[in-house]
């Protein structure tokens, strides 16, 4: 690991350690939360996973690329790009953004920018990081230690935040999931 590639991995996970402190939600007017412990959940397999995909990294030998240092700099360049969309889908949605799945005061369907293509942007954009943390780490298996498992818990995740946004907005979230993919333009 060298500096470019510890300083960027550092950004990324005190970003997102803010997002998580700062977006929380929970004002007196907001609806309880239906998280039902989803980011708990999450931040538990981040943390598992990426402990021993860089664990396995240091200790197997199965490369993406033989020449790991242009592999290095694909999936650290995927990890700004991943950060990027996730920075544009939360300001884009902007106060109705939270890290936990709450239903805010005078909450509504967002329907434009990037919304009219993904219903997810935000978890498109993590995943992307996540993508590029395990091509950084130039090895198959570490690729895959860090990337199924979240994938899976985000869209667990994925799936009690629709349910929660269909109970809330009936027949228009429903439209709206017919017209948009969630978190593949137009794949898924």
């Known amino acids: 690991m060298n500096t470019l590639s510890s300083i960027i991995y550092m950004v990324w996970f005190l970003s997102e350690i803010l ?9 007196a007017e907001d609806k309880k939360s239906k998280d039902k412990g989803s980011l708990a959940y999450i931040w538990i397999i981040i943390l598992i996973c990426i402990n021993a ?5 240091f200790k197997t030998h199965f490369p993406i690329r033989q020449d790991g240092g242009n592999m290095t700099y694909i999936g650290l ?3 700004l790009l ?9 300001a884009s949605l902007g106060r109705l953004f939270t890290v936990v799945v709450t239903i805010r005061k005078d909450h509504h369907v967002k329907k434009d920018g990037i919304y ?12 992307l990081s996540f993508l590029g943390f395990g091509l950084s780490l130039n090895n198959w298996i570490s690729l895959v230690v860090i990337f199924i498992p979240v994938l899976a818990a985000f869209i667990y995740r994925m799936d009690i935040e629709e349910k929660v946004l269909t109970e809330q ?11 948009t993919s969630r978190i593949i333009p137009w794949i898924y």
């Open 169 to 179: 907005f009936g027949a228009e979230y429903s439209d709206y999931m017919k017209h």
């Open 53 to 57: 995909a860089v664990y396995i990294s």
């Open 19 to 27: 997002l998580h402190r700062i977006l929380r939600g929970g004002a």
């Open 82 to 90: 991943g950060m990027l969309l996730r920075f544009y889908a939360i």
């Open 77 to 79: 360049s995927i990890i």
């Open 116 to 127: 009219a293509v993904l219903r997810h942007p935000s978890y498109a954009g993590s995943l």
